[in-house]
């Protein structure tokens, strides 16, 4: 069963396995004690250590093993915020920032401190410059992902850093998705990663702390792992995390040079077999191994199952396969299609022929999604004489049933008319205006809402 999933967590390399084996015999006692069995495994650890700092690009000192790469972010965003409290309560973000740092985020505005968002385009990238000028001597910390979890677009890093050197603002780079490809480049201060993103055990985060940068560990610690995180260290999960590290480090050229070409296959050929689909992320810029596109007129979990039952593991970060029923942060920050959203993100070893199949079957799932939810086909010519305007009440509808009603009546006004959208979708504020763009009609905006939703307002022109 072909696994696309692995920028949620990659299948464990087989290092990772050997690797863990081994040291479930030889790193079991405690590394601080200066008996044999304590002395074998501190030289584990310190071993496990170097190579890790290795492939970050950082001295052994400046590194330290957390319980997850989401608990070195909080670390991270916590204790660089507390070390530069004197300079200002000033943390600058994108606005498509992994879950962790925005909720890091959310938890500094609570405590009075000052949270600023840069905005992305349309592929998930920031601008260099509007970063830096999102700056100001009062910013105690930035923080930039290298690159996305969601659409797989590199950021700017290091013109991003430079920006914050010039004014001495820490950068904390989130390389959790890129750092198995290659280190971060540019003079980033903090940086944060996790092992199972790269073929190493779930439980093992990598936070790095250049030498210089003010920081503060917050909450209780000991004298394990300079203070950063304290605790008895999984010292065989991070033998196998260190171990992968340096291996898919070995083979990430060539194995990147391949999953780009399959990627590559998938965005060209999805949009000539399956009607109605864009592919959103930076064409160019972007991680080798992940592409996400979203289908018009798909319910987003219906998809994923019927892909599940087909033989395939895909994420999603439509609104329709989420307990909150809002689209991710990351598409509605790029302000893209949100509705039948799909997520391929290829393992090494994929092959090609699993991904040959993936296309294959991929028309004929979303044809049956399609038909299930009754998609009208492409509205007629204009009548010759009909309403100018026509309201549609989807209140209480969830994507991608609001698109939908839009699509079946917009054949009913003459050209120039109007059709009023009412929902309370989250989605319908992203799909609306994607649907217009893809079928070149007019979104005019949002109209005079109704109690608990938003009117949308699309005037048909062709």
């Given at each position: 069963?072909?696994?696309?999933?692995a920028?949620?967590?990659?299948?464990?390399?087989?290092?990772?396995?050997?690797?863990?084996?081994?040291?479930?015999?030889?790193?079991?006692?405690?590394?601080?004690?200066?008996?044999?069995e304590?002395?074998?495994?501190?030289?584990?650890?310190?071993?496990?250590?170097?190579?890790?700092?290795?492939?970050?690009?950082?001295?052994?000192?400046?590194?330290v093993?957390?319980?997850?790469?989401?608990?070195?972010?909080?670390?991270g965003?916590?204790?660089?915020?507390?070390?530069?409290?004197?300079?200002?309560?000033?943390?600058?973000?994108?606005?498509?920032?992994?879950?962790?740092?925005?909720?890091?985020?959310?938890?500094?505005?609570?405590?009075?401190?000052t949270?600023?968002?840069?905005p992305?385009?349309?592929?998930?990238?920031?601008?260099?410059?509007?970063?830096?000028?999102?700056?100001?001597?009062?910013?105690?910390?930035?923080?930039?992902?290298?690159?996305?979890?969601?659409?797989?677009?590199g950021?700017?890093?290091?013109?991003?850093?430079?920006?914050?050197?010039?004014?001495?603002?820490?950068?904390?780079?989130?390389?959790?998705?890129?750092?198995?490809?290659?280190?971060?480049?540019?003079?980033?201060?903090?940086?944060?990663?996790?092992?199972?993103?790269?073929g190493?055990?779930?439980g093992?985060?990598?936070?790095?702390?250049?030498?210089?940068?003010?920081?503060?560990?917050?909450?209780?610690?000991?004298?394990?792992?300079?203070g950063?995180?304290?605790?008895?260290?999984?010292?065989?999960?991070?033998?196998?995390?260190?171990?992968?590290?340096?291996?898919?480090?070995?083979?990430?050229?060539?194995?990147?040079?391949?999953?780009?070409a399959?990627?590559?296959?998938?965005?060209?050929?999805?949009?000539?077999?399956?009607?109605?689909?864009?592919?959103?992320?930076?064409?160019?810029?972007?991680?080798?191994?992940?592409?996400?596109?979203?289908?018009?007129?798909?319910?987003?979990?219906?998809?994923?199952?019927?892909?599940?039952?087909?033989?395939?593991?895909?994420?999603?970060?439509?609104?329709?396969?989420?307990?909150?029923?809002?689209?991710?942060?990351?598409?509605?920050?790029?302000?893209?299609?949100?509705?039948g959203?799909?997520?391929?993100?290829?393992?090494?070893?994929?092959?090609?022929?699993?991904?040959?199949?993936?296309?294959?079957?991929?028309?004929?799932?979303?044809?049956?999604?399609?038909?299930?939810?009754?998609?009208?086909?492409a509205?007629?010519?204009?009548?010759?004489?009909?309403?100018?305007s026509?309201?549609v009440?989807?209140?209480?509808?969830?994507?991608?049933?609001?698109?939908?009603?839009?699509?079946?009546?917009?054949?009913?006004?003459?050209?120039?008319?109007?059709?009023?959208?009412?929902?309370?979708?989250?989605?319908?504020?992203?799909?609306?205006?994607?649907?217009?763009?893809?079928?070149?009609?007019?979104?005019?905006?949002?109209?005079?809402?109704?109690?608990?939703?938003r009117?949308?307002?699309?005037?048909?022109?062709?």
């Amino acid at each position: 069963m072909p696994y696309f999933d692995a920028a949620s967590a990659a299948p464990l390399h087989p290092v990772a396995r050997q690797a863990l084996l081994a040291s479930l015999d030889e790193g079991w006692a405690d590394p601080a004690r200066l008996y044999r069995e304590g002395r074998r495994a501190r030289l584990l650890l310190d071993a496990a250590r170097e190579a890790a700092a290795e492939a970050v690009g950082c001295r052994p000192d400046e590194l330290v093993f957390t319980p997850s790469g989401t608990r070195a972010v909080h670390a991270g965003v916590s204790g660089a915020l507390a070390g530069r409290r004197r300079a200002g309560n000033r943390l600058v973000v994108s606005a498509v920032e992994h879950s962790s740092v925005l909720h890091a985020a959310e938890t500094h505005a609570a405590a009075g401190g000052t949270v600023t968002e840069v905005p992305v385009d349309r592929s998930g990238a920031v601008d260099a410059a509007v970063f830096a000028a999102a700056l100001d001597t009062g910013t105690a910390l930035a923080c930039l992902q290298s690159a996305n979890h969601e659409v797989g677009t590199g950021q700017p890093v290091a013109e991003v850093a430079e920006a914050c050197r010039g004014l001495g603002v820490p950068l904390l780079v989130d390389a959790a998705q890129s750092l198995g490809w290659g280190p971060v480049e540019g003079g980033w201060s903090l940086l944060t990663a996790s092992a199972h993103k790269w073929g190493g055990p779930a439980g093992v985060g990598l936070l790095a702390v250049r030498k210089g940068v003010r920081f503060a560990p917050q909450g209780p610690s000991d004298e394990r792992e300079s203070g950063r995180a304290p605790g008895f260290e999984n010292l065989p999960a991070i033998v196998a995390a260190a171990a992968s590290l340096r291996a898919v480090r070995a083979e990430a050229a060539a194995e990147g040079a391949r999953l780009r070409a399959l990627v590559d296959r998938i965005r060209a050929r999805v949009p000539e077999l399956v009607p109605d689909v864009e592919v959103v992320g930076d064409p160019v810029r972007r991680l080798p191994h992940l592409v996400t596109f979203s289908c018009l007129y798909v319910d987003g979990e219906t998809l994923l199952h019927e892909l599940d039952r087909e033989g395939f593991s895909v994420s999603s970060g439509s609104s329709c396969t989420s307990s909150t029923l809002t689209p991710s942060h990351v598409l509605r920050a790029m302000g893209v299609l949100s509705e039948g959203n799909v997520r391929v993100s290829l393992p090494a070893g994929t092959a090609a022929e699993d991904v040959d199949r993936f296309l294959d079957v991929l028309p004929g799932v979303v044809a049956g999604v399609r038909e299930r939810l009754g998609v009208p086909a492409a509205p007629a010519a204009a009548p010759a004489a009909g309403p100018g305007s026509l309201v549609v009440d989807a209140l209480g509808r969830r994507c991608p049933i609001p698109v939908i009603e839009l699509a079946k009546v917009i054949g009913d006004v003459p050209v120039g008319g109007t059709v009023t959208v009412l929902a309370d979708d989250e989605a319908a504020r992203l799909d609306i205006p994607a649907w217009c763009e893809m079928r070149g009609q007019e979104y005019v905006g949002e109209g005079d809402p109704p109690e608990g939703g938003r009117a949308y307002v699309v005037r048909r022109v062709s």
